[in-house]
Nanobody, 123 residues
Framework: QVQLVESGGGLVQAGGLLRLSCAVS????????VGWFRQAPGKEREFVAA????????YYSDSVKGRFTSSRDNAKNMVYLQMNNLKPEDTAVYYC????????????????WGQGTQVTVSS
C-alpha cells in the first residue's frame, strides 16, 4: 500500500558528499515517519536517521550525527538524506522505510521499505 523508491547512491571519495532521495507514494505522506537504515556486507542492518511526518523532529545515530541531515518535502512526497564528510565506514546499502510514527534505533515498526541504494566511499 505504501511504496518507497530510493535514488542518489554512488561512488564518492572520503570527505565528499551525496544526497539520497526517497520518493514515497500511497496513503497520507505526512502521516508517515521515515527512517534511514544501512547495511554493509557481513554486518547487521543499522539505524541511521529518522524524521517525523511533519519534518519537525529528526534523530541521528551517533556515527552520523553532525554529518548527515534528513529533511522532507511533503508537497513532493520526498524525503532526503544529505550525507556530508563521508567516510569509508559509511559504505553500505542505504534503505528508507516508512512507519506510522517516528521510531529510532530499530527497524521495528517500519512496515514499508525501499529497494536500497549503494553508497561506496573510497579512502
Amino acid at each position: 500500500q505504501v511504496q518507497l523508491v530510493e535514488s542518489g547512491g554512488g561512488l564518492v571519495q572520503a570527505g565528499g558528499l551525496l544526497r539520497l532521495s526517497c520518493a514515497v507514494s500511497g496513503r497520507t505522506f505526512s502521516g508517515y515517519a521515515v527512517g534511514w537504515f544501512r547495511q554493509a556486507p557481513g554486518k547487521e542492518r543499522e539505524f541511521v536517521a529518522a524524521i517525523s511526518g511533519s519534518g519537525g523532529t529528526t534523530y541521528y545515530s551517533d556515527s552520523v550525527k553532525g554529518r548527515f541531515t534528513s529533511s522532507r518535502d511533503n508537497a513532493k512526497n520526498m524525503v532526503y538524506l544529505q550525507m556530508n564528510n563521508l567516510k569509508p565506514e559509511d559504505t553500505a546499502v542505504y534503505y528508507c522505510a516508512a512507519a506510522r510514527s517516528l521510531r529510532v534505533g530499530t527497524p521495528v515498526g517500519y512496515d514499508y521499505w525501499g529497494q536500497g541504494t549503494q553508497v561506496t566511499v573510497s579512502s
